[in-house]
Nanobody, 124 residues
Framework: QAQLVESGGGLVQAGVPLRLSCKAS????????IAWFRQAPGSEREFVSA???????YYADSVAGRFLVIRDDTKNLVYLVMGGLKAEDTAVYFC??????????????????WGQGTQVTVSS
């Protein structure tokens, strides 16, 4: 089971970039798809981005062109670089892991290992 810890959240002004980190321990992320999700108050948790074990990246339409996911398997880290932040990006951001032999999915139910989340607040 992967233990995941997110960091890097905070309060930023709109347009200021922010980088989130997801550090895995207890496993090698070589064996996992790693995804980012977010949950705003009163909303369901939604897919943001993912980096699969074999090097493919995926993005939600709402963040494509603004966010970049980077994985560093040597450090067991996955980053979410967020540019062009808007007030509507305000949410708790979670990273999650899914075993590599399973097809990639954007469904939250497809991920069994989750971090505790990090709050991102964007002021306009």
């Amino acid at each position: 089971q992967a233990q995941l810890v997110e960091s890097g959240g905070g309060l930023v002004q709109a347009g200021v970039p922010l980088r989130l980190s997801c550090k895995a321990s207890g496993v090698s992320i070589n064996d996992y798809h790693i995804a980012w999700f977010r949950q705003a108050p009163g909303s369901e948790r939604e897919f943001v981005s993912a980096a699969t074990y074999n090097g493919r990246d995926y993005y939600a339409d709402s963040v494509a062109g603004r966010f970049l996911v980077i994985r560093d398997d040597t450090k067991n880290l996955v980053y979410l670089v967020m540019g062009g932040l808007k007030a509507e990006d305000t949410a708790v951001y979670f990273c999650a892991a899914r075993r590599y032999w399973l097809d990639f999915t954007r469904d939250t139910n497809g991920y069994g290992d989750w971090g505790q989340g990090t709050q991102v607040t964007v002021s306009s």
